[in-house]
């Protein structure tokens, strides 16, 4: 089993910067993908970014070049540094960890989510 905590939001100004924390606890070992998702009032969940075990990048496209998703070692933690933030994103932003179980299925965990509001 896995488990993830996010940690860093808050509210910001306009052009100001966050950061958000993942720390995944458990068989971390199992982990193949890490990333975060984001749900605006009103709108899906949708993905922001993620990071597999062999060092791939994943962006959505308006986010590329304003946040940039990295990670410590093996998973511990993985960071969302966001720049130049925006009202609309404004959301709670979701980390994940899609894994392989010990019958070599695969499951995805979701952490409880951490508010991040843009506004002056």
């Known amino acids: 089993q896995v488990q993830v905590v996010e940690s860093g939001g808050g509210l910001v100004q306009p052009g100001g910067s966050l950061r958000l924390s993942c720390a995944a606890s458990?068989?971390?070992?199992?982990?193949?993908?890490m990333g975060w998702y984001r749900q605006a009032p009103g709108k899906q969940r949708e993905l922001v970014a993620n990071?597999?075990?062999?060092?791939?990048?994943n962006y959505q496209d308006s986010m590329k070049g304003r946040f940039t998703i990295s990670r410590d070692g093996a998973w511990n933690p993985v960071y969302l540094q966001m720049n130049s933030l925006k009202p609309e994103d404004t959301a709670v932003y979701y980390c994940?960890?899609?894994?392989?179980?010990?019958?070599?299925?695969?499951?995805?965990?979701w952490g409880q989510g951490t508010q991040v509001t843009v506004s002056s």
């Open positions: 994940y960890a899609a894994y392989y179980t010990s019958s070599y299925s695969q499951d995805v965990v």
């Open positions: 458990g068989n971390i070992f199992s982990i193949y993908t």
């Open positions: 990071i597999t075990s062999g060092g791939m990048l």
